[in-house]
């Protein structure tokens, strides 16, 4: 990732406006001193009436009217900047979990993901909104400031140069120890978060297993680690502000004392200097006291931005598909030598080698472990095999334009997702359908019967905030997607729950249909998937061990037929 430096100074536009209202905020600073100093005088020593110096008091308004202005623009382009850099790190994050293969999308905490995606990129705000302005104001400013100084008073222009310096040499003491403690911070923030999140999820299994009271104080010990972490940066930014004010104190007290000496006793400099100078000095330390909160919220950031580089960091093997269009039709695909490891030492799918005929339906089984479930990733495309190639009607299938593998697959998973929403919208799921498409794809799902018996029919809510569906209805709206999307290929996670025989008959027939019309591969575990199937793929331990048809494999394969046999047990 680009240093938080460079992405400000990309922001060309914006940096230079800054460094103009810097310089304007500058010369306007001088110009109040001035009138203000030239008032006090021409009214008390002058002796001048009010109405002669009313015109300079007019002008002082609106020099200050303009600071103002200045400071206000100087924020907005501040916050300007942030929101973009912000949008642009939300987007990375949002591209490169959206891009995940599933293995690398199962990784790490949900809650954690979001913590990032939310709070570590809002963190980023306060070093564009806050730090990158005020370091151009507190380089140009005081600047300024100095040059006035020294054109009018050498000496009191020498205190500051030499007390100064502590300023910026303490802010980079602090500032190392504020981005680790920041670090720490979104640490455990996002420990909180994760833990908060996965507690919540799994509440039905902690209560089921008496384990609410157990997790509720493990929240509240990771809720209490973030407060600690919180309060320890906040210590850090009081004892910083005290020191940074305690060294502009001294320093304003010593050019104050120098200046009264040579004023009172010496009568070596008029009042009207004597006051100038005064009247700047306490600005020039504003400016990089202000600049010493800033950097402790900009170092905040810094911790934040070595967040998000390790989570934009994070290894992922995903598929990196072509340009190529997919044409309609009937589909072969080819498997030569695929393998498929999740991790260095973890489950291995070895050397699979097998080819699937256009409308065929295709059974994966195995033992509970064995890689079906794998393997249908492979071919469906969610894990990128490590190794081999898998064949779309002759074509590497990585040639192909990832949406148009998609847009003719569909894939019914043990678990669909229903997303908030009503039926119709869950079905249609993002395709322009007709009331009456959608309402026929139910049908040949066998779902259209139970959506008509609810009250608000296909406009009942369900998903999150919504109705509930069962198991076996969450697959039927999960099939009648798939019918309304008319796939080539049906890649189908047959439910390994017992369902009543009534769901199940439907689910069959509902395949049957498809069948019709697609490719049907299913990792298979009933008795009636299995003897259906025109071409069975047997797994053990991620090996294809054998292939053909049932009545083959029953014949030659001693271990099919172990599985088979217990398979007919397990039903009778
Ligand atoms: N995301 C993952 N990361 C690492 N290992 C995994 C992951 N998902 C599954 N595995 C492992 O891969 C192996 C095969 O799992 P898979 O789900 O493919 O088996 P399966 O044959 O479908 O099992 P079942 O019939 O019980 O669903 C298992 O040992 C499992 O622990």
Avoid: C
């Avoid at 914006?14 to 310089?23: E, G, H, N, P």
């Avoid at 006793?265 to 200097?273: A, P, Q, W």
């Avoid at 005929?357 to 794998?374: D, E, R």
Wanted: glycine share 8%.
């Amino acid at each position: 990732m680009k240093s938080l430096k460079k992405l400000a100074s990309e922001q060309k536009g914006r940096y230079y406006s800054l460094f103009v209202l810097a310089i304007m905020l500058g010369v306007l600073i001088v110009l109040q001193s001035y009138m203000i100093v030239t008032i006090v005088d021409d009214l008390f020593l002058a002796k001048q009436t009010f109405d002669q110096v009313f015109p300079m008091l007019l002008g002082l308004m609106v020099v200050l009217l303009a600071r103002v202005s200045l400071s206000y623009g100087n924020g907005k382009i501040g916050v300007a900047m942030a929101a973009n850099v912000k949008a642009v790190f939300r987007k990375r994050l949002l591209k490169s979990y959206a891009s995940q293969t599933l293995s690398a999308s199962y990784k790490g905490q949900l809650g954690q993901k979001v913590s990032v995606m939310m709070d570590a990129v809002d963190e980023l705000d306060s070093y564009f909104s806050k730090y990158v302005p005020q370091r151009i104001v507190s380089s140009v400013v005081p600047l300024i400031i100095l040059v006035v100084v020294f054109s009018q008073h050498l000496y009191s222009g020498l205190i500051i140069l030499v007390t100064a310096p502590f300023i910026p040499l303490f802010m980079a003491i602090v500032g190392g120890l504020t981005q680790r403690k920041s670090e720490a911070q979104l640490d455990s923030l996002s420990a909180f978060s994760g833990r908060f999140l996965d507690t919540l999820q799994g509440l039905v299994s902690l209560k089921l297993y008496g384990k609410s009271r157990h997790y509720k104080s493990v929240i509240e010990r990771s809720s209490l680690d973030f407060r600690d972490t919180t309060m320890a940066i906040l210590k850090v930014a009081f004892t910083s502000s005290l020191m940074l004010e305690f060294i502009s104190m001294l320093s304003i007290g010593l050019v104050a004392l120098e200046l009264s000496l040579r004023l009172v006793v010496f009568n070596e400099i008029s009042f009207f200097t004597a006051f100038f100078i005064l009247l700047l000095v306490p600005e020039f330390f504003t400016s990089l006291k202000d600049l010493g909160s800033a950097f402790h919220a900009g170092r905040s950031s810094m911790g934040a931005a070595v967040k998000i580089e390790d989570e934009l960091k994070k290894e992922d093997r995903s598929a990196s598909w072509g340009a190529n269009k997919m044409p309609d039709g009937p589909r072969t695909i080819e498997l030569k030598n695929v393998q498929f490891q999740y991790d260095a030492d973890g489950f291995m799918l070895k050397k699979i080698q097998a080819s699937i005929k256009p409308y065929s339906q295709v059974a994966i089984v195995g033992k509970s472990g064995s890689g079906k479930t794998t393997l249908l990733h492979v071919i469906a495309g969610l894990l990128p095999q490590t190794s081999g190639t898998i064949l779309v009607d002759g074509h590497d299938r990585f040639n192909y334009a990832e949406h148009e593998w998609f847009g003719h697959i569909s894939y019914i998973t043990q678990h669909p997702y229903i997303f908030a929403g009503t039926i119709e919208e869950n079905i249609a799921l993002g395709v322009q359908a007709t009331k009456d498409e959608i309402r026929k794809a139910a049908a040949k799902a066998g779902i259209d019967q139970m959506v008509q018996s609810l009250p608000n029919g296909y406009a009942t809510v369900i998903g999150e905030g919504g109705r509930g569906l069962s198991g076996g209805e969450k697959q039927r709206v999960a099939l009648a997607r798939a019918f309304l999307k008319h796939p080539s290929v049906v890649l189908f996670d047959e439910p390994s729950t017992g369902l009543d025989l009534f769901t199940e008959q439907r689910l069959h027939e509902s395949m049957k249909e498809l069948s019709k019309t697609s490719t049907i591969i299913t990792v298979a575990h009933r008795m009636q998937t299995i003897k259906d199937a025109d071409h069975i793929l047997f797994l053990e331990e991620g090996v294809l061990l054998a292939q053909g048809t049932h009545e083959y494999l029953k014949e030659s394969n001693p271990s099919y037929r172990e599985l088979f046999s217990a398979q007919r047990e397990e039903e009778k």
